[in-house]
């Protein structure tokens, strides 16, 4: 099994994405903030790009449109398709355990996020914007050439780069100075952990709900993730090569990162309300129970959650889902039932708010003045990406 040392995430915590990085320094050293932010704004399109298209936009373009060669395409397909079967189920747990269990980093990630969602001025776009991306490259074909999972891929690549550009060349985002024990922001540690947690996480977040998830499905669903990964930026190395290895892994992040941090909180609490108000009023008390009892009680903890007064923390999902359906449904439905029921709210509220006619500011990189900041140079780190 693979050994997660503190060494070597103390590298992966220094390491960046020289690709897209170099791309995002490009394009505002030669052009200026809003040719960046129009680049962002069409990435996610298959509109042809014109002939004067800058070179390293052009091979970024070229190392993100399709995946690697080797790529096992019929297990992704499999992935997928258990995706979809389980697709409501997937939505809770995406939503009320992967999503908020990344706020309780406590040193850059929960900061950034926080920060990321000051920047398109609405959480609930950056939250809804993050499903998106999820969905996109889950769903069958999202990742088959020309899918839409790699558009989004392509885009959330980029828009990494732009956080990382103006979180170190700015004095004051938001508030200080990036802290240099932080590694680089949204460093490949943190990639690995975000890709875990929409893979690992998400299918121990499954199992809670009640869903037979088989060992090859736990694998399959690595396998898919580990490729979006590596279209992502992730490097080799951070890859963990089986679940076992995933799961060493996360509990080396779980130690080295978690913990409170007023930007956790914020982030929890802005989630909640964001959830809440997809579900009719009745059902409100579901969201923060619900997130408490998926994420644990630890990490629950880290984001100022916990289960109701009515119910003791050792009250397991199952017996709480069949309390709260008699007081909600008051029918014979069993539990997975009353679940998808709820769930099917939730993602067609959050389906309704994508296609609302104002789905608040997108991402964009601020155009106010930037003040350098001296940094050391971050690690840089061959990556290879097939076209």
């Not at 909600?328 to 998808?340: D, G």
Request: aromatic share 8%; net charge neutral; proline share 7%.
């Amino acid at each position: 099994m693979q050994v997660w040392s503190n060494p070597l995430l103390d590298e992966f915590k220094r390491t960046a994405d020289p690709l897209a990085d170099d791309c995002i320094r490009h394009l505002i050293a030669h052009g200026d903030v809003a040719s960046a932010n129009a680049v962002l704004a069409r990435l996610d399109t298959d509109q042809p790009w014109p002939a004067d298209t800058p070179a390293p936009l052009v091979a970024y373009l070229d190392a993100t449109c399709t995946l690697p060669p080797d790529v096992d395409m019929a297990r992704i397909h499999r992935a997928q398709q258990f995706f979809t079967r389980f697709g409501l189920q997937f939505g809770v747990s995406l939503m009320c355990r992967s999503l908020p269990v990344l706020y309780a980093g406590k040193q850059g990630g929960a900061q950034v996020l926080a920060a990321t969602g000051q920047l398109t001025n609405r959480f609930e776009r950056r939250a809804s914007e993050t499903l998106r991306f999820i969905l996109n490259s889950a769903e069958p074909g999202g990742l088959d050439a020309g899918g839409k999972g790699l558009l989004t891929i392509r885009k959330v690549r980029l828009m990494h780069a732009a956080i990382r550009h103006f979180a170190l060349a700015t004095r004051g985002w938001p508030q200080t100075a990036w802290p240099e024990q932080w590694g680089m922001p949204i460093n490949q540690e943190e990639l690995a952990g975000t890709m875990l947690a929409f893979s690992t996480v998400a299918v121990e977040g499954l199992r809670t709900l009640g869903v037979d998830v088989s060992k090859d499905d736990e694998e399959d669903q690595l396998y898919l993730w580990k490729t979006i990964g590596t279209v992502l930026g992730i490097i080799p190395n951070a890859m963990p090569d089986d679940v076992p290895s995933a799961r060493e892994f996360w509990k080396a992040l779980e130690r080295r990162n978690f913990g409170p941090s007023p930007a956790g909180a914020k982030l929890a609490q802005a989630h909640v309300q964001f959830l809440q108000s997809q579900l009719p009023e009745i059902a409100h008390g579901l969201v923060p129970d619900l997130m408490a009892v998926l994420l644990g009680r630890q990490s629950a903890g880290y984001l100022g959650l916990q289960e109701s007064h009515w119910w003791s923390w050792a009250i397991d999902l199952m017996r709480w889902v069949f309390r709260i359906k008699r007081k909600l449904a008051n029918s014979s439905h069993t539990a997975q039932s009353f679940v998808e029921a709820y769930s099917q709210v939730l993602m067609e509220g959050l389906q309704k708010h994508w296609a609302s006619a104002d789905p608040g500011t997108p991402f964009r990189i601020p155009d106010t003045p930037l003040h350098p900041v001296t940094r050391p140079a971050p690690a840089q780190v061959h990556v290879e990406i097939q076209p």
